[in-house]
């Protein structure tokens, strides 16, 4: 069975939303395909993956469909899809209105979107992945001369992600919904410590704080 903490903690919101097994979800930038995996894995639920570059893992491939698309011009029909997801991929598209205008294209009326970026307000990133400090220390760095520069944007090749207002904003101009998760996320990924990620909620300092944003919407 496919297991990845961060995906665990997506597939939980989108239990407690009301997917049920064997709905069809859409991964968009599904990168390796592991997530997608993981869905279909937690889920029960049939996965479809698509990313820009095809460099597929070959286990997770024998797991859920992936193909290589641009996620601006899906070659999906309409309304194919109970559930689209989009992990840390929106940032990296340029013409991101087209991407967001087909994922509502390709979804069912009804249907559920998740999408998660970066967070354009944080102070530091990169805090739970899989990479070594001393990676993560660097990219911090390149992230602050960025700022220092004001060039701390997804247009200027840094990997900034959006700010919650601003991705809530662009959400709302695609769908009819777009609920703040964030908090949930962090909770369920860090249930140990939900006290302290509460309390970072309740003071506002999850704005800087959280290194990713996610929403959820129809």
Known sequence: MF?????????????????AAGARVLVVGCGSGHEAAVLADMLKVDVTGIDIVANFDAAAGARVRLQQGDATAMVFGDASFDVVFSYHALEHIPDYDGALTEMRRVLKPGGLYCIGTPNRSRLLGYVGGASNWKQKLNWNVQDLLMRLRGRFRNEFGAHAGYTAAELQGILRRHFATADDVSLIYYCNLYRGRQGLIKALGQTGLARIAFPSIYFVGA
């Open 3 to 19: 297991k990845n903490p961060r995906t665990a903690a997506i597939a939980d919101i989108l239990a407690h939303r009301g997917v």
